[in-house]
């Protein structure tokens, strides 16, 4: 499909740094979110969550509704509120610029356009109310709602009646809202075109725990594909702006996307074993297990369908050790492939982390890889066993508009 010239002038992010103004057209995000969470489809879920996620649909069923929400993620974008938003750095040129880009595809009195209540339609509700005001079905307009991990607190539908502006910028006047109308149209069906639907009524419902998967999966695609460098020292590229004499008919998405993915595959998938629990504490830990310790692991050994094990002991009795040979148990019995340890202070994150590092360099050396440990609290870069780390830093992720 050929893209109109009011679709290729929408954009998605503008900043201004040092002088130098850059944006990134909405066409080219919406297809490297596309790309990006595809790709995490068959790459990076765990056997369990795809598992979930096809219990109800065969793998070409959920495969064109990854890519569906992949791409129609930031529909709501395409709106008169969110395209009007100053950037973040307030430059006044640079949105000027975008704006002009607007007027000169069709958009009309864009110029100094102002509106009281834009802020009653983010761009993810705004999404999620276009979706389902064009036959999508809720559970979906659900996932695109929250896909910035806050769903909404209420149903969208009086938002297209009450912010009619916010929209198509104006309450009442079909030649000024006939651009965005169409706009939103033309994009919602070229989202359904490449994930291989002929109506809206082809996109499935899904129930809530495969929407949870869905949702952190749209929420890890959107969160790669707006990172423009995958270091502070900004020498990896992800998916970067461009600057503002370039268009996204400037851009390879093949090439883009494959420069992004060769930066950011630097791990291993951790494949869980059996556990051989006759010397798994003396492996892994240089001691034999306490008589807890030995009962405990025995019995989640044992367990079939396995959901939580909860463990309650006095300090010092080796509940860490439990829980961690806890974790390679049923990642093994269930097809996971993660782990997230949770504590209630930085303090206690602090301490835990050396634990968990080294037993993780011992899964890692079993396995001959190389597995990706992050130190999710604000203070991490202060930590000097994780600033030790090649890949701590994190992805850089520096502007805040859009």
């Not at 002038?9 to 944006?23: F, N, T, V």
């Not at 979930?52 to 649909?57: A, E, G, P, T, V």
Request: aromatic share 10%; glycine share 6%; hydrophobic share 40%.
């Amino acid at each position: 499909m050929e893209l109109s010239k009011q679709a290729s002038a929408l954009w998605a992010k503008k900043r201004s740094e040092d002088g130098r103004q850059h944006w990134l057209p909405l066409i080219i995000h919406l297809l490297d979110t596309k790309k990006t969470i595809n790709w995490l489809f068959n790459n990076w879920l765990s056997r369990s969550q795809k598992r979930l996620l096809m219990s109800s649909f065969s793998e070409k069923e959920i495969q064109n509704l990854v890519k569906f929400l992949g791409f129609s993620h930031d529909l709501g974008k395409a709106t008169a509120a969110f395209q009007s938003k100053k950037s973040y750095e307030h430059d006044d040129s640079l949105d000027l610029d975008l704006r002009q880009r607007l007027l000169r595809s069709g958009f009309t009195q864009i110029e100094d356009l102002y509106l009281a209540s834009a802020k009653e339609s983010p761009h993810a509700l705004a999404g999620e109310a276009l979706l389902e005001d064009f036959g999508g079905p809720a559970s979906i307009g659900a996932i695109i709602g929250g896909h910035h991990g806050k769903p909404a607190t209420e149903a969208p539908d009086e938002q297209l009646d009450v912010y009619s502006a916010n929209f198509w910028q104006s309450d009442n006047d079909p030649m000024i809202q006939a651009p965005w109308k169409n706009v939103q149209r033309e994009l919602f069906e070229y989202g359904l075109a490449i994930s291989e639907y002929q109506d809206a009524k082809d996109i499935p419902e899904v129930t809530q725990p495969q929407a949870v998967i869905l949702e952190g999966l749209l929420i890890m695609a959107d969160w790669l594909a707006s990172s423009e460098y995958l270091d502070f020292q900004q020498t990896k590229p992800l998916f970067p702006l461009i600057s503002l004499d370039q268009s996204c008919h400037d851009i390879s998405l093949k090439e883009r996307f494959r420069s992004a993915l060769e930066n950011w595959s630097v791990d291993d998938e951790w494949e869980p074993s059996r556990v051989e629990l006759d010397t798994a504490y003396e492996a892994r830990w240089k001691f034999k297990p306490r008589s807890v310790q030995r009962i405990m692991s025995q019995e989640i050994s044992k367990a079939i369908d396995p959901g939580m094990v909860i463990i309650e002991a006095p300090m010092g009795i080796g509940k860490t050790e439990i829980a961690l040979l806890a974790a390679e148990q049923l990642a093994y019995i269930t097809g996971s492939d993660g782990l997230f340890m949770g504590l209630p202070t930085q303090a206690t994150s602090d301490a835990m982390f050396n634990r968990v590092s080294e037993w993780l360099a011992f899964l890692a050396k079993i396995q001959s890889g190389n597995f990706v440990i992050k130190l999710m609290h604000s203070k991490a870069q202060f930590n000097q066993k994780y600033r030790e780390l090649p890949n701590a830093s994190g992805v850089y992720d520096e502007y805040k508009s859009g």
